[in-house]
């Protein structure tokens, strides 16, 4: 008989594994942040000795969620400039926006106010992007939360940074910093093509091979990168960057909503990951990525919600229904991404672009317990005769009661135990006030 740390019992477990199972009144067995085990209710006490046993009788257990996209300090600029085209919302109103208020204390409160957002709707981990990352850590750390942080490069000055090389600079010392934290991974994130020069490409290709890190990089975003590109440097970016060398399974592509058939060739033979913002696209009519096309080709996609100024929310919930949805639109074709592969992006493949699949992603033995408890008994689930249809096309993120990041409670009956939500709210309308 095993003394363990916690133990969870449902009526569902979804565990996101190759099999695609669905498990019906199994438990999870969670020792020092890990899963040990996952067996039959009825079988605990034959194996395990827990004073912390929970049950959710009417709950699913699954992985939590990752939003492989998403720029977390933009959460106090929601809202700030809606229902316009992507270059005019950049050029003449985030940018101004960005360079007269961010820094070290705008960036640590926006990302307070993200992952206090991102927790209770079943995000247990997030890939960034944004300046002074180190802010963002510092929230990481002390919330619970796991996180990849993109360090953010570009050749002209903000606050953060001066030039590209200060750019790679900072960014060497954010990963050297977390390099060895438990929840805590960097990556290399050269914002677009349009704002990244060649010479500066080849540095970061050149670093994340010798540090063995990935890169995250917003591509084939609108038509107007791809016409700018063209008369810039007379091809289409993904060629450009391909001769450079960046196409890799290194990279994770974000947006990728102008695609030609050659290059979601191009894109399966070079085993590079996309991440799918399928909000954030339609409200800057951006484009529609081919998601069912990219899956026919085996590309491994993966769900994002981008930031909350061009969302203006970061559910996660909400991306998986338009991800299926949008597929079969696209395709003309209602089978076209069923419910589990929308969940697997959302999971499992985030995990697996990232380079952290072995940790987490899906609840196997051996992998850190990050996992949500979604209450599939209220009337809007009601009745529930399939676990991942019930998820992607009834559910919503207020159902997630709780979440266990590392083994660790971070949200217990729908109440975030690492943050403080009433300062955070307090905090983002003192920033508005300024902003506005």
């Known amino acids: 008989m095993k003394n363990v740390d916690l133990i969870l019992k449902s009526r569902w477990l979804l565990p996101v594994d190759a099999s695609r199972s669905q498990l019906e009144n199994h438990a999870l067995v969670i020792h020092e942040g890990r899963i040990v085990d996952i067996l039959p209710s009825a079988d605990i006490a034959l194996h395990y000795q827990c004073q912390q046993i929970l049950d959710y009788p009417n709950h699913c257990l699954m992985p939590g969620l990752i939003n ?69 850590a ?48 960097t990556s ?29 990089m917003h591509i084939h975003e609108t038509a107007d990168e791809i016409d700018s590109s063209q008369q810039q440097f007379g091809m289409r970016p993904l060629k450009r960057l391909h001769q450079l060398g960046l196409l890799s399974p290194r ?27 399928p909000e954030s696209n339609m409200k800057l009519a951006s484009g529609f990525c081919p998601v069912a096309q990219l899956a026919e080709h085996g590309i491994n996609i993966t769900i994002g919600t ?35 592969e ?13 380079g952290i699949d072995n940790s987490t992603g899906s609840l196997e033995t051996g992998k850190a317990a990050d996992i949500i408890a979604v209450n599939l008994n209220e009337l809007e689930t009601q009745p529930c005769y399939d676990i991942t249809s019930q998820l992607v096309y009834a559910c919503s993120r207020d159902k997630v009661t709780d979440v266990w990041v590392a083994g660790k409670q971070l949200m217990k009956q729908r109440q975030l135990t690492t943050l403080d939500v009433h300062q955070i709210v307090d905090d983002a309308r003192q920033w508005a006030s300024q902003i506005r």
């Not at 994130?189 to 994340?208: C, F, G």
């Not at 929308?342 to 990232?354: F, G, K, L, V, W």
């Open 68 to 136: 492989n996209h998403t720029h977390s300090p933009m959460s106090l600029f929601r809202g700030l400039a809606d229902d316009l085209p992507l270059m005019t919302w950049l050029n003449e109103h985030i940018w101004p926006a960005e360079a007269k208020f961010v820094g070290d204390a705008f960036v640590e409160a926006g990302s307070k106010l993200a992952i206090a957002e991102m927790l209770r709707g079943g995000t247990t981990c997030f890939n960034d992007m944004y300046f002074f990352p180190e802010a963002t």
């Open 138 to 185: 510092r929230v990481v750390d002390s919330s619970g939360i796991r996180a990849n942080l993109g360090m953010v490069v570009l050749e002209f000055p903000t606050a953060w940074a001066r030039d590209a090389d200060e750019y790679l600079l900072k960014g060497q010392q954010l990963h050297d910093h977390y390099r060895n934290h438990p929840r805590i991974t």
């Open 188 to 216: 290399y994130a050269p914002h677009a093509p349009y704002t990244v020069s060649n010479k500066t490409l080849e540095a970061i290709i050149v670093n994340a091979e010798e540090m063995d890190l990935s890169i995250q």
């Open 251 to 277: 990279l994770t592509a974000v947006h990728m909503t102008q695609l030609t058939e050659q290059e979601i060739t191009l894109c399966a033979d070079t085993g590079i990951h996309i991440a799918h913002c």
């Open 306 to 340: 981008d930031g909350a100024a061009s969302n203006n929310d970061l559910d996660m919930f909400s991306e998986l229904r338009q991800t299926a949805l949008l597929a079969k639109a696209v395709a003309a074709n209602p089978s076209a991404i069923p419910a589990i």
């Open 342 to 354: 929308a969940i697997e992006m959302a999971t499992i493949n985030a995990a697996r672009s990232m």
